[in-house]
């Protein structure tokens, strides 16, 4: 009896001193509990929703066209000092959108202004008066202008003047008064028109713009004038 208790004890010794070595807590080792916060330098993947664009947006800033008067130029005669060259602002625009494409914040970041420079034109302002012979006999004049002339009918109540058979300063409609763009030939300018004569810029148009004149005639349908390019005279 004495023989089996001795074997029996020297078994159980022998598998508690294996098991007490082999234990993670005497080799120093031990698995982290799930609870357990992982090492700050420790590295954490993560899969963000969102996602950012920097953009970039030019505004075109047109250059101006600056005139500069010459009293020693002939008047007409323009002479361009500067090119100059248009400015352009640039504004950096980040954008964040959402896991699906679509645009979820935009805010302006940055703005870059690059300021346009004029256009610098001497014009020519001194008077040069010429002499020209016309049918209608010799004239005066101090600039040539070519414009697109048409052509109106002063009679039957004027349906294309400024009211009632009159022009816009007041004459009465018909030859030798014509529509003009006061911003090409001043209102009340004398003019001369080959194939027309002497006329009055004495009123205006809704379709009067740039260089286009309008004739006026007492009766259009038997003025023979049709509509094309002539040169004028400023008086």
């Not at 120093?28 to 996602?51: A, C, D, K, Y």
Request: charged residues 25%.
């Amino acid at each position: 009896m004495e023989r089996y208790l001795g074997i029996v004890l020297i078994l159980a010794l022998t598998f508690f001193a294996k098991g007490f070595f082999q234990s993670p807590a005497i080799l120093g080792t031990s698995t982290p509990s799930p609870t357990e916060t992982l090492p700050v330098n420790q590295p954490i993947t993560t899969e963000s929703s969102f996602t950012e664009k920097l953009q970039e947006e030019t505004e075109i800033l047109p250059k101006q066209v600056v005139y500069q008067n010459d009293p020693e130029t002939e008047a007409g005669e323009e002479k361009v000092l500067e090119e100059g060259s248009d400015g352009k602002k640039i504004k950096i625009y980040k954008t964040i959108y959402t896991k699906d494409g679509k645009e979820y914040e935009k805010k302006l970041i940055s703005v870059e202004t690059t300021p346009a420079e004029d256009k610098k034109i001497l014009r020519g302002t001194k008077i040069v008066w010429r002499i020209l012979d016309t049918a209608d006999g010799q004239i005066s004049y101090w600039k040539k202008i070519r414009v697109w002339a048409t052509h109106y009918d002063g009679g039957a109540g004027c349906a294309g003047c400024s009211g009632r058979g009159f022009t816009a300063i007041g004459l009465r409609a018909g030859k030798g008064v014509i529509a003009v763009d006061p911003s090409v030939i001043k209102l009340r300018s004398k003019v001369y028109i080959p194939g027309y004569g002497p006329a009055v810029a004495g009123d205006t148009g809704g379709a009067i713009k740039g260089n286009i004149i309008d004739l006026g005639f007492d009766d259009a349908h038997t003025a023979g004038w049709s509509a094309r390019f002539v040169d004028i005279y400023l008086l």
